[in-house]
């Protein structure tokens, strides 16, 4: 993905990593970078998942193991 890629998926899981995120906040992630997949990429690559709590709303998006230690945060 390059540079552009990884920063932006840097700045993505710091964000996630920030605080509490529903699937609802992140959803401005996945139609703000159409022409970079940092959203699908971090599903893929196992650097986030999904708590479902029923709706947008209540689920709850976090960090995996995998995605603290890429963004550093072990």
């Known amino acids: 993905m390059g540079?552009?890629?990884?920063?932006?998926?840097?700045q993505?899981?710091?964000w996630v990593a920030d605080g509490e995120r529903s699937y609802a906040d992140a959803e401005a992630w996945r139609r703000s970078c159409?022409?970079?997949?940092?959203w699908e990429?971090?599903?893929?690559?196992g650097l986030i998942e999904f708590r479902?709590?029923?709706s947008l709303g209540e689920s709850r998006?976090?960090?995996t193991t995998r995605g603290r230690a890429r963004l550093g945060k072990n």
Do not use: K, V
């Not at 159409?34 to 940092?38: E, R, V, Y």
């Not at 990429?41 to 690559?45: F, M």
């Open 3 to 10: 540079n552009a890629g990884d920063a932006l998926t840097q």
């Open 12 to 14: 993505f899981l710091a």
């Open 34 to 38: 159409p022409h970079l997949s940092i």
């Open 41 to 45: 990429d971090s599903i893929a690559d």
């Open 52 to 54: 479902n709590g029923g």
């Open 61 to 63: 998006l976090r960090l």
